[in-house]
Nanobody, 114 residues
Framework: VQVVESGGGLVQRGGSLRLSCAAS????????TAWYRQAPDQSREWVGN???????NYASPVKGRFTISRDDAENKVYLQMNDLQPEDTAVYHC?????????WGQGTQVTVSS
């Protein structure tokens, strides 16, 4: 299983970005997928997840601004980020769990300027 994130970049405060997570070797709708982020000199933080059922959950700092969705035809999971703030600056990682194994992507950098 290989997980690859894309879509990061530099955006101004209040802007939007959409991150993509693609996993080869599995059908993503059969498993849950989570997004995490890690800012410099900080520990990894859970951002949110989408369950196999499609139910989504979000961390308090992003609730109402971020939306996780899944495109079964494209076999991808997305993280739509709106009203981005400088404190959202981090490397964003996608993680999927298959059985007892967790698979992570290399991450994509999101930088929000003030």
């Amino acid at each position: 299983v290989q997980v690859v994130e894309s879509g990061g970049g530099l955006v101004q405060r209040g802007g939007s970005l959409r991150l993509s997570c693609a996993a080869s070797g599995i059908i993503m709708r059969a498993y849950g997928t989570a997004w995490y982020r890690q800012a410099p000199d900080q520990s990894r933080e859970w951002v949110g997840n989408i369950e196999q059922s499609g139910i989504t959950n979000y961390a308090s700092p992003v609730k109402g601004r971020f939306t996780i969705s899944r495109d079964d035809a494209e076999n991808k999971v997305y993280l739509q980020m709106n009203d981005l703030q400088p404190e959202d600056t981090a490397v964003y990682h996608c993680q999927t769990r298959v059985g007892y194994s967790d698979y992570w992507g290399q991450g994509t950098q999101v930088t929000v300027s003030s």
